[in-house]
């Protein structure tokens, strides 16, 4: 083993995220596609280096949820010869590399990115790909393609045009600060109203991308309307009745959700754990015979709503006890939450 190499928790996520797409692409079982997607969520938000691990004893990651014998050879290839195991190299063999920057951008799936790729022609380059992509749009060229149209043509030029200018994530101190900021500014017209972090700043993970913030209030408007006045706001994106969301410089987005007491608890749940927590507590809460969701707990026989205004009767609910943000990585935090 070559010493000089090493690998992220988030390189093995990319390579685990791409057979997820390849597979999709190539119609594989939606358990197999699940299986990988899981995986690389689990891992980009372990607390611990899998090739640190990995070195120590390869059979300390098979211990980790939801890595299977597969998936582990996968990685232990990777980590091993510092390349693709076969079976990867050889499905990946006629996908244009541009198909995994294109899933990237909201609205194009991989079966539209493979479409793309097999009906124009791209650079190897991501960045060049991109900025093709964006010319073909402008052209007229993808709504002559089967199943697109003028519609997802404008919607794959705004949404590529502005992955463009927002491609890079910030540091958490980065992050905390311009939260703290925000949150500053409305606090001083609102001081009544308490303002809480959500998603992967909430979490305390080392890097954010768009920062979401929750208000509790029976009065949204207000709120809403002294948000987009925000000196620092480029751009509105949107504003409706209970949600805003605006770009500042370097292309940052803030989004701004308020909600009122009867149901904040209902709403810093859901947005706050990993796609691989809410994953799997949803599944544990239908095991129960419950469906969750940002204003509550349903009854799936009586369909009544239950409502809470802090999350620690949200978990204690579900039989749960409370999970700190942290915490809520998709691992075995709710398992280690149920009451005895």
Known sequence: MNPQITYSNQDVFDLLQKIAIVYEIKNKSYFQIQAYQNAAETIVNYPQSLFKLWQKDKNLIDQIPGIGDSILAKIDYLFSHHQNHPHVKKIFEDIHPAVFVFTKINGIG?????????NLKFSL???????????????????????????????????????????????????????????SYLQNRFPKVEFVPLGSLRRLNKTVGDIDIAAKSENSSPILNYFVAYPLNLQTIIKGPKKASIK???????DLMVQPKTSFGSLLQHFTGSRQHNIKLREYAKSKGYSL??????????????????????YNFLGLNYIPPE??????????????
């Open 110 to 118: 991989p079966k539209n990115a493979y479409k793309l790729t097999q």
């Open 125 to 183: 380059d991501p960045t060049k790909a991109l900025k093709q992509l964006v010319k073909y749009a402008q052209k007229g060229s993808i709504q002559k393609i089967e199943t697109f149209g003028e519609k997802s043509e404008k919607l794959i030029l705004d949404n590529t045009l502005q992955f463009l200018g927002n491609t890079q994530r910030l540091t958490l101190a980065q992050a905390q600060k311009i939260s703290h900021n925000l949150i």
């Open 248 to 254: 500042i410089k370097d292309n940052v987005r803030l």
């Open 293 to 314: 969701s940002e204003y509550g707990i349903r009854d799936l026989k009586t369909s009544k709503l239950y409502t809470f205004e802090d999350e620690t009767s949200f």
């Open 327 to 340: 915490n809520r990585q998709g691992l075995n935090e709710i398992e280690n939450a149920k009451m005895i």
